[in-house]
């Protein structure tokens, strides 16, 4: 297991999708809870829960999607950084950025809304 853990929920997420498993098993930190919550609210996944027993993961059902695409962008030899006028557009907008700033991770709509810009981390379409 790499010290890259976002590149790791992308991982496990891509295959699970890749193998119609309908749960996932990933450990909890902050920034991956808050990714987490970003793809629950753009309709990514169906389900979220943290695991009872094990307060360090997280299980969630993902929906059935034919080419969930996600994409590990910043790594930590090469972080990549934008401004708000800056950020990509994937697909023409069907797609999303997950950027960590100043305010937060959030996605791509969010940041130019509020004017401003971060590390951008990943893309998924």
């Not at 829960?49 to 994409?71: C, I, M, S």
Request: aromatic fraction near 8%; charged fraction near 25%.
């Amino acid at each position: 297991m790499s010290k890259d853990t976002i590149a790791n929920i992308i991982t496990s997420i891509r295959n699970a999708d890749m193998n119609k498993k309908k749960t996932v098993r990933i450990p909890s930190t902050n920034i991956i809870e808050n990714i987490v919550k970003i793809l629950l609210r753009e309709g990514f996944i169906e389900n979220m829960r943290k695991h009872q027993e094990d307060k360090n993961f997280f299980f969630w059902k993902g929906p059935y999607r034919n080419g969930l695409n996600l994409k590990r962008i910043s790594q930590p030899g090469l972080r990549i950084y934008s401004n708000y006028q800056r950020i990509p557009r994937i697909l023409g907008g069907m797609g999303i950025v997950i950027l960590s700033t100043s305010r937060g991770i959030m996605t791509d709509r969010e940041a130019r809304l509020e004017g401003i810009g971060g590390e951008i981390l990943c893309y998924i379409w």
